[in-house]
């Protein structure tokens, strides 16, 4: 009897072996788990009443007063040194960095900045 059960057993790891890597091994028997275990019904899509914008400019505005626009540039991964305004470059200073050197020349120039984390997810 014990025989029999070892032998059932033996049998059943082959096609279980397959079918585990057929869906991608661990992490595919986790997205399986994720797709028919752990999956909520979550309610249909409605629509949103949005607020309206700022109101239309004033007089002063007319008058050539107007606030200044902004412009901010988050660059992923760029070091202080990649970039030949600070005496860096990419490929050792062989590539210069032109128009970012003239946005930092004719615009304002910030050069202390801090990130909250390490990662580019922020």
């Known amino acids: 009897m014990i025989k029999r059960i070892a032998w059932a057993l033996a049998a059943l790891r082959l096609p279980g072996a397959v079918a585990f890597y057929a869906v991608g091994g661990r992490t595919g028997v986790m997205l399986l788990g994720v797709k028919y275990i752990m999956r909520k019904d979550y309610a249909p899509t409605h629509e949103v009443a949005w607020k309206s914008g700022p109101p ?3 007089p ?3 008058a050539g007063k107007r606030p200044p626009n902004v412009v901010l540039i ?3 991964d760029l070091g202080f040194n990649d970039i030949t305004r ?3 470059g990419i490929a050792g200073g062989r590539v210069t960095t032109r ?3 003239s946005i930092a020349s004719d615009g304002v120039d ?3 900045g801090y ?3 390490a990662t580019c997810a922020p």
């Open 56 to 58: 239309a400019p004033g």
């Open 60 to 62: 002063a505005a007319a």
């Open 74 to 76: 988050v660059a992923d």
């Open 86 to 88: 600070y005496g860096g």
């Open 99 to 101: 128009h970012i050197d």
């Open 110 to 112: 910030f050069r202390m």
């Open 115 to 117: 990130a909250g984390n």
